[in-house]
């Protein structure tokens, strides 16, 4: 039911938090910008991209990885409860992790 799924949303959403603050500790390659409090957001990050967004954009793009792009240097990334799972999160990081490079 929709109490399940939006728990599920929830922890999605946490855990993509932790795996992007993983890869970026220190905020040098982009910060999030979404609230952190699960109850002022929905499953979706914006990550503002500090430099070479659009190339990042375009890099997990090319990996299969299926985000929204929002100009200037945004990127929007949800992990959506019907269909990703915390796999597809973690692929996620592994993907971002490299495309930074």
């Known amino acids: 039911g929709m109490k399940n799924l939006r728990k599920k949303s929830e922890l999605l959403t946490a855990y993509l ?4 603050t993983e ?9 999030i910008i979404t609230p ?5 957001r929905g499953c979706q990050l914006s990550i503002l991209t500090h430099a070479n967004g659009k190339k990042i954009f375009n890099r997990i793009t090319k ?9 200037p240097n945004v990127i929007r990334v949800a992990p959506v409860p019907l269909y ?3 796999e597809d999160v973690y692929r996620l ?9």
Not at 17 to 20: C, I, K, S, T
Not at 63 to 71: C, F, L, Q, S
């Open 63 to 71: 990996a299969g990885v299926i985000a929204d792009w929002r100009e």
């Open 93 to 101: 990081g592994e993907i971002l992790k490299h495309s930074l490079k």
């Open 23 to 31: 890869i970026n500790p220190s905020e040098r390659y982009f910060k």
């Open 84 to 86: 990703n799972s915390f």
């Open 36 to 40: 952190t409090k699960k109850n002022e």
């Open 17 to 20: 938090q932790f795996v992007l």
